[in-house]
């Protein structure tokens, strides 16, 4: 299968909605103790590194490219 063909493909098969956030959803599947701990670290400033590893260590996925788009309002979120 060509190139185009798997594009095409991709495009009609696509599950997410257009205005998908992959932070919002992570954010979302939080419990409320996570959600706050997350809220506080970006209230004090922490770095988006400190915060990605920390979520990586409690087996929490997320990338660095979403958190910055969140944070910097890039992301498709519905709740801008």
Do not use: T
């Amino acid at each position: 299968m060509a190139l185009a063909d798997k594009l095409k493909n991709a495009a009609e098969n696509r599950i997410r909605p257009d205005s998908f956030c992959a932070y919002q959803v992570m954010y979302d599947s939080l419990n409320s103790e996570d959600k706050k701990a997350l809220d506080d670290a970006w209230a004090k400033g922490y770095s988006k590194n400190i915060v990605l590893v920390a979520l990586r260590a409690e087996g929490i996925k997320s990338s660095n490219e979403a958190i910055r788009a969140h944070r910097n309002g890039l992301c498709k979120c519905p709740n801008k």
